[in-house]
């Protein structure tokens, strides 16, 4: 069972007690509770504009893998973005293809800052980019 309150909310000595049964009730039969709030505004700014490089149809499976093969140590996105333009032979199409490397988790960032040419970007393990 999800419990959703605007996070504001979750302080207030009434909605704090509210939950605290919700909880004690919902557990009380063997089920799993927790309290959900709005996600992060910067996780879901990133995320937005991170699905604007979702499709895959978009990236040919033979660029995807040689980028991926090519940003196998951290590199800043702007360092990846120059390492991946001679694949794709144009600064703005390796630019979407490292961006979309994010979006399927060949590479990861923290999402919780904004993304920069200075984000940080790390490799995936198999295990990050399976499901």
Known sequence: MVDVKPAEKLSRPKVHNSLAWSRRVIEGHGWEYRVQSEPNPVMLANVQFLAGYR???QFPDAEVAAATGTLHTPLTLGEAVRAVAPIEGD????RSLVLHLLWVRHLNA???RPLSTASLLTPSSREDQSG
């Open 55 to 57: 499709r895959r149809f």
């Open 91 to 94: 600064i703005r199409f390796a």
């Open 110 to 112: 923290d999402l919780t």
